[in-house]
């Protein structure tokens, strides 16, 4: 049960805030309060999500989401580059969809979108940096 509930719980939240977020993002328009309270809850579930899987000591769940924020923060480099050099890259939109979708509350009016997804890769960084070394330690043991 707790691998179905580990397996399922962090698709179930990605989809959910895709949806809920993908209006905004298809119209390039800044976040809505709506679209914060969004990323915030996504965020909010990634921070009790990780306590959780070192509880259980899941190793599998620890390296599953460092594969997936590895992905966000390499979506958000990318995306970073493609606005600063001003690079027409299509292929890179289902990927912002699925990785940067969720986050897009961070895109508020008073933030540039090169700094929302700085704010972003930061974040990544933390959650990658994070796993790996719960990964590391829930493997020692």
Request: proline share 4%.
């Amino acid at each position: 049960m707790k691998k179905t509930i580990f397996g399922i719980s962090p698709f179930l939240v990605q989809v959910l805030a895709i949806v809920l977020n993908f209006n905004s993002l298809l119209q390039g328009s800044t976040a809505t309060g709506m679209n914060v309270t969004i990323s915030l809850l996504y965020f909010a579930f990634w921070i009790c999500f990780i306590p959780a899987m070192k509880r259980y000591n899941a190793y599998r769940g620890f390296l599953a989401s460092l594969v997936f924020w590895g992905l966000v923060l390499l979506t958000a480099l990318l995306t970073l580059t493609v606005n600063i050099f001003d690079i027409d890259l299509p292929m890179l939109v289902p990927f912002t969809t699925l990785f940067l979708a969720p986050t897009y509350g961070v895109r508020i009016e008073q933030l540039s979108n090169m700094a929302a997804l700085s704010i972003i890769a930061i974040i990544a960084i933390v959650y990658i940096v994070y796993c790996a070394v719960e990964a590391k330690r829930v493997k020692r043991n």
